[in-house]
């Protein structure tokens, strides 16, 4: 452990990610720092610090069970008295949707923040350590357990709820879908490890060959990033048809990364028909984190009509 003085620990469960990377000769960027490595970067905190090793990954290659690791670790910190809030240190390519598993796994008792880098740790313009001292300090507050699950990144402490990924090459890199309150967690612990869900994409005149191929593979359920507020063709609708016959379920959400969805176009294969067919709206999350909570009610054995709650409209700020 590391600390600057005073008596608040903080938990930091590092995994891999850009802000534990460097570039090799080779030019490749790859995680090597480990969690000691990045706090002995981090500005004076006000707080005794707990490293945790736990994996050194590029987020892009995390699994379902990697990501399940990731919420075990961080329960196991949540149980430990001594421990006044969890930092985790985690790729920004799929940080969205490790911080969305956590929170719906968990009922927090203390701070949960996750953060990391969109620059190596020898990048002339490391972001890492500030983001770190960012998200520590955030840890510390009580009063955020009340929010959920945090990200602490370029500046921006957003929910995980309805988390995305803006940009691919800038310091402020995370945004909300749609500002919402916090959404009630629904407590769903079962391991996720391995549930298959499958994103498919969706494009103008596309047919149902991706589908298929998802349901032959043995998919338990299938997320559609769908055009628009969730809007798709008649060869979708008849393949959510036969999805809904083998008792798959398909949600929709869209590649447009903000705003709220509504199912109201018709057609024969807009949101509204997609819906007749079977499908559940998703009026927030969009694929990633869909993907995230469809796995987590099919790992809890939730009812269709849980699910369709589960997918349903969060209180707006």
Excluded at 155 to 168: D, I, N, V
Excluded at 254 to 264: H, I, T, Y
Excluded at 283 to 300: K, Y
Aim: proline fraction near 6%.
């Amino acid at each position: 452990m590391s600390g600057q003085g005073e008596t608040s620990l903080v938990a930091v469960i590092a995994t891999g990610g850009t802000i534990a990377s460097r570039r090799g000769a080779d030019g490749a960027s790859t995680p090597s720092l480990s969690g000691e490595d990045l706090l002995s970067l981090v500005p004076q905190i006000r707080a005794r610090l707990k490293p945790v090793d736990l994996m050194a990954k590029d987020s892009s290659s995390l699994t379902l069970a990697d990501m399940q690791r990731i919420s075990d670790a961080v329960g196991l910190e949540l149980n430990d008295p001594a421990v006044a809030g969890v930092v985790v240190l985690h790729g920004t390519d799929a940080m969205e949707e490790s911080s969305l598993l956590v929170n719906l796994q968990h009922s927090l008792t203390k701070p949960v923040v996750f953060t990391g880098a969109q620059f190596t740790a020898d990048h002339p313009d490391a972001d890492g350590p500030a983001n770190l001292a960012q998200a520590i300090e955030t840890a510390l507050d009580p009063q955020n357990t009340a929010k959920g699950v945090l990200l602490s990144f370029g500046g921006r402490c957003l929910p995980a709820w309805g988390l995305y990924k803006l940009s691919a090459d800038a310091a402020d890199a995370f945004r909300s879908a749609r500002p919402v309150l916090q959404a009630s967690a629904p407590n769903l612990a079962a391991p996720v490890a391995d549930i298959r869900v499958d994103i498919v994409a969706i494009h103008p005149g596309c047919d149902a060959t991706h589908i298929d191929a998802s349901l032959q593979a043995g998919a338990k359920g299938i997320v559609l990033a769908a055009l628009g507020s969730g809007n798709a063709n008649p060869d979708i609708a008849e393949a959510v048809k036969r999805c809904a016959e083998r008792g798959v379920p398909v949600v929709v959400s869209s590649r447009v990364p903000e705003g709220r969805l509504v199912a109201s176009y018709g057609g024969g294969g807009g949101g509204h028909d997609l819906v007749a067919a079977g499908a559940v709206h998703s009026s927030t999350l969009r694929p990633g984190q869909a993907r995230i909570l469809l796995a987590a009610l099919l790992a809890g054995k939730s009812t269709a009509e849980t699910i369709v709650s589960a997918f349903g409209e969060p209180l707006s700020l």
